[in-house]
T-cell receptor
Framework: GAVVSQHPSRVICKSGTSVKIECRSLDFQATTMFWYRQFPKQSLMLMATSNEGSKATYEQGVEKDKFLINHASLTLSTLTVTSAHPEDSSFYIC???????????FGQGTRLTVV | DAKTTQPPSMDCAEGRAANLPCNHSTISGNEYVYWYRQIHSQGPQYIIHGLKNNETNEMASLIITEDRKSSTLILPHATLRDTAVYYCIANTGGFKTIFGAGTRLFVKA
């Protein structure tokens, strides 16, 4: 099946710093990608929809200035957690939509720990 | 997306078939039934999807009732590595995927 690569898989950062997470679709072009956050023992929560060449669409309650999304090419979307705080520690997951086959493929996730 | 309802957890003996039910009574005509699973600390993995016909692939079978209000995911010979959270999702196959709580499947030796 199609592959979506997420990098890094784990990151530890200090409070107040920013962290960038990359999501790449390796063998198909993705106009649309999605970013999720998952806290321990909870389900995935959709944060935003990333659209190539245009602004991301954020879900209610998600701060767009804190979670910056850039989708500059058909194979890459990035999520930047700005001025990170310990409560931002979470598992962040991206998915890329293969519109030809109407399937969404998920990255392996990024474990962010803010200390 | 139509709301889906799944049991919070299920057990299955290794080597036996695991049958995971899902209710989606408000599903609309253009919504597919998708199944994903998430093994601990990994991203979700696509399993199978269908519209109204039963589907089978190398991982599982999907049985959709004739009225499309419910479906069952069947893992024919469950192994310990199938222990995961299984998510049943109804959507139009091009839009954002909203996850519910899923079913936590425990496969026991």
């Amino acid at each position: 099946g199609a592959v979506v690569s997420q990098h890094p898989s784990r990151v530890i950062c200090k409070s107040g710093t920013s962290v960038k997470i990359e999501c790449r679709s390796l063998d198909f072009q993705a106009t649309t990608m999605f970013w999720y956050r998952q806290f321990p023992k909870q389900s995935l929560m959709l944060m935003a929809t990333s659209n190539e060449g245009s602004k991301a669409t954020y879900e209610q309650g998600v701060e767009k200035d804190k979670f910056l999304i850039n989708h500059a090419s058909l194979t890459l979307s990035t999520l930047t957690v700005t001025s990170a705080h310990p409560e931002d520690s979470s598992f962040y997951i991206c998915s890329a939509l293969d519109e030809v086959n109407t399937e969404a493929f998920f990255g392996q996730g990024t474990r962010l720990t803010v200390v | 997306d139509a709301k889906t309802t799944q049991p919070p957890s299920m057990d299955c003996a290794e080597g036996r078939a695991a049958n995971l039910p899902c209710n989606h009574s408000t599903i609309s005509g253009n919504e597919y039934v998708y199944w994903y699973r998430q093994i601990h600390s990994q991203g979700p993995q696509y399993i199978i999807h269908g519209l109204k016909n039963n589907e089978t692939n190398e991982m599982a079978s999907l049985i959709i009732t004739e009225d499309r209000k419910s479906s069952t995911l069947i893992l024919p010979h469950a192994t310990l590595r199938d222990t995961a959270v299984y998510y049943c999702i109804a959507n139009t196959g091009g839009f954002k995927t909203i996850f519910g709580a899923g079913t936590r499947l425990f496969v026991k030796a």
